[in-house]
């Protein structure tokens, strides 16, 4: 049974930091495609970050480009997000997703609530 679990979301005040992290069980990270989306309440969800399978050409949602960070531990089978100067508009549900093939993922996690009080 393949599983996206992600952990270390909380509430945080306006301009702090916070890593989330995505850990695969069920199937093996490398050479999947992955990204971060989010959903705030009564709006879409919306692309956060993509990582693809080599980890090395990271893309990003210009609202978060420049303070999110995605990276991937393939030895470790987890991505992470690092969110840095948080905004009251990063407040959502970040959802982790991996697919075997570009811009289709298969594998949903059931998300992390982010709250940042400003």
């Known amino acids: 049974q393949v599983q996206l679990i992600e952990s270390g979301g909380g509430l945080v005040q306006a301009g702090e930091s916070m890593r989330l992290a995505c850990v695969a069980s069920?199937?093996?990270?490398?050479?999947?495609?992955m990204a971060w989306f989010r959903q705030a309440p009564e709006k879409e969800r919306q692309f956060v970050a993509f990582?693809?399978?080599?980890?090395?050409?990271?893309v990003y949602n210009n609202a978060v480009k420049g303070r999110f960070t995605i990276s991937r531990d393939n030895a470790q089978n987890t991505v992470y997000l690092q969110m840095n100067d948080l905004k009251s508009e990063d407040t959502a549900v970040y959802i982790c997703?991996?697919?075997?093939?570009?811009?289709?993922?298969?594998?949903w996690g059931q998300g992390a609530q982010v709250t940042v009080s400003s």
């Open positions: 990582s693809d399978n080599s980890g090395l050409s990271p």
């Open positions: 997703a991996a697919g075997e093939k570009l811009g289709t993922y298969t594998y």
């Open positions: 069920g199937m093996a990270i490398r050479g999947l495609y």
